[in-house]
């Protein structure tokens, strides 16, 4: 069980991709979760049974209260792990982070190319300090894993990424396949199609067998299918988590089932985390796994379940249709 809390939409970067939009590092923060509102919160979430508090943004770490938040998630008995862009993760900070009680830190790298990066990021000094922060992160004893974004420019250098995360002491290297939502949705023809899709999917289940750290595509749920073809054992048993054992939260405490479905489930300000998880039309549907299409007939439904995200913005909203991006549904509506 996994909730993934975007604290701030402040940013030190503005990354071409962003689901979320944010930018600037003095953005308005006037409806954004209080501290208290932010403690209620967290003790909600260990109270409903969720193990693993993702902090995230924005940039988290531009959060003044960050350190606090992070302490009490672990009084809670929760797991606070982050996800953030590493180029704020001065020695400083890492020790602090470690003293709090956070468990590992998932950095943002998406090029071994210092000049890709940094344009995507949108940052001259991205690659450096990011690739810094690491290094403080190994040297503090810091768990981290690398996470990418895979576009069609940089999609020859993503096993080579995951040489790197081995050689940089990382834990696991996670590529994200991109949803077209926030500032994501001008990117989309960078995107890589269904069969390079498929092709991928299959280079990167297969460089998993031959490396010591986790490798687990994120957002392609097609990789659980894949694996099972391949005859690859994986501790990943199923693709999209979303509104199963996963939803995300805003900065502002509205629930939703990912970070890439705009659908609310909830707002914090007028219900229980609990109350909004548990009795929720959204999560509700989602939890019948009454899909359409060729998601509905597939035969790794109960494993993949395709991207809810995808079939949301591909067809009007209808989050139980189809996850086109899909070699194998293309193929059942073939046959």
């Not at 770490?61 to 982050?82: K, T, Y």
């Not at 996800?83 to 020790?95: E, R, Y």
């Amino acid at each position: 069980m996994i909730v993934s809390w975007m604290t701030t939409n402040r940013c030190n970067l503005k990354c071409q991709h962003c689901y979320q939009d944010a930018e600037g590092t003095d953005a308005s923060i006037e409806n954004e979760l209080s501290t208290a509102e932010a403690k209620q919160l967290i003790e909600q979430i260990a109270q409903t049974g969720f193990k693993i508090m993702i902090f995230s943004g924005g940039e988290p770490l531009l959060r003044p209260d960050i350190f606090e938040l992070v302490a009490h998630a672990s009084a809670q008995g929760l797991r606070p792990v982050f996800g953030t862009n590493g180029m704020l993760l001065t020695p400083t900070v890492v020790q602090k982070l470690k003293d709090a009680g956070a468990a590992a830190m998932g950095i943002s790298l998406d090029s071994l190319d210092p000049h890709k990066h940094n344009e995507f990021r949108g940052d001259p000094q991205a690659f450096q300090l990011t690739l810094q922060g690491m290094e403080n992160c190994r040297a503090a004893g810091l768990p981290f894993q690398i996470h990418t974004t895979i576009m069609d420019w940089n999609t020859n250098e993503l096993l080579d990424i995951t040489d790197f995360a081995v050689e940089k002491g990382a834990n696991a290297h996670y590529p994200f396949f991109l949803i077209p939502v926030g500032r994501g949705k001008f990117i989309e023809e960078t995107a890589i199609k269904v069969l390079e899709n498929e092709e991928l999917l299959h280079s990167i289940m297969q460089k998993s067998t031959e490396v010591s750290i986790s490798c687990k595509p994120t957002c392609a749920p097609q990789f659980v299918r894949v694996a099972r073809q391949m005859g690859i054992d994986t501790r990943f048993t199923r693709g999209c988590l979303a509104g199963l054992s996963y939803c995300i939260i805003s900065p502002e405490g509205i629930v939703r089932p990912c970070a890439y479905m705009m659908e609310p489930a909830g707002d914090l300000r007028t219900q229980s985390f609990g109350e909004i998880w548990e009795k929720s039309a959204v999560f509700t549907a989602l939890r019948t796994q009454a899909y359409s299409g060729a998601c509905g007939s597939c035969d790794y439904k109960d494993g993949c379940g395709g991207c809810r995200a995808r079939a949301a913005y591909y067809h009007d909203g209808d989050f139980m249709a189809a996850d086109e991006y899909c070699a194998y549904g293309k193929q059942l509506l073939q046959a």
